[in-house]
């Protein structure tokens, strides 16, 4: 079956340069979330997107933007880099479940590697 | 305190053994809830969804008691491929965001 795609998979770039992050959704799925996850640290939510609209927002810096397309594939926009950006980025889609429901399993990309010098 | 806890473990055990793991959450408005299992490194992935039945998938048995806020795994003959951290997730306060606990490191031994 066909999974989160996403890329690259690993990236270097130093401090003060911008970086996009791309995730391709398990087709017809219409909810991709993105996560980062820090050395031995828990993936924290950043944010989301439903058809194409940011869904929910979570501890995602001004620095960085996102956008969801019309075929539904994603980008992660991150300016202005600094080291502790470095982490591990997934990104996750779903089905959406109607709101106040709960959520609907999600799925992970293989993430990208993110590294700040 | 976090949102979901977790015992982080290792939690260190022969192959073959039965071991359970345990998570507790904080918010009582809490409506979806999962175990996922993470390698070094690698993506988490979605081991199970556990309901307030409770739910079993081979193995793999989940409970859920939301009087108590406390969710559980319990691996049945465990295999040297089970090894991996394990990951209690449960849903936020609003919207479709994840929270997940610390995890708990499972190492099988032969």
């Known amino acids: 079956a066909a999974g989160v795609i996403q890329s690259p998979r690993h990236l270097i770039k130093e401090k003060r340069e911008t970086a996009t992050l791309k995730c391709y959704p398990i087709?017809?799925?219409?909810?991709v979330y993105w996560y980062q996850q820090g050395p031995g640290q828990d993936p924290q939510f950043l944010i989301s997107f439903y058809e194409k609209m940011q869904s929910d927002k979570g501890s995602i810096p001004d620095r960085f933007s996102a956008q969801q397309f019309s075929d539904y594939h994603s980008e992660l926009n991150m300016s202005s880099l600094e080291l502790g950006d470095s982490a591990l980025y997934f990104c996750a889609s779903s089905f959406r479940h109607q709101y106040g429901q709960g959520v609907r399993e999600q799925y992970f990309g293989p993430g990208t590697r993110l590294t700040v010098t | 305190r976090k949102e979901v806890e977790q015992d982080p473990g290792p939690f260190n055990v022969p192959e073959g053994a039965t071991v359970a793991f345990n998570c507790t959450y904080s918010?009582?408005?809490?409506?979806?809830f999962f175990w996922y299992r993470q390698d070094c490194r690698k993506e988490p992935k979605l081991l199970m969804s556990?309901?307030?039945s409770g739910n079993e998938d081979g193995r793999f048995t989940a409970q859920l008691n939301r009087a108590s806020q406390y969710i559980s795994l319990l691996i049945r003959d465990s295999k040297l491929s089970d090894s991996a951290t394990y990951l209690c997730?449960?849903?936020?306060?609003?919207?479709?965001?994840?929270?997940f606990g610390g995890g708990t490191r499972l190492m099988v031994k032969p």
């Open positions: 918010n009582s408005a809490s409506q979806s």
């Open positions: 087709p017809r799925h219409d909810t």
């Open positions: 556990v309901y307030s």
């Open positions: 997730v449960v849903n936020g306060v609003a919207g479709n965001m994840l929270t």
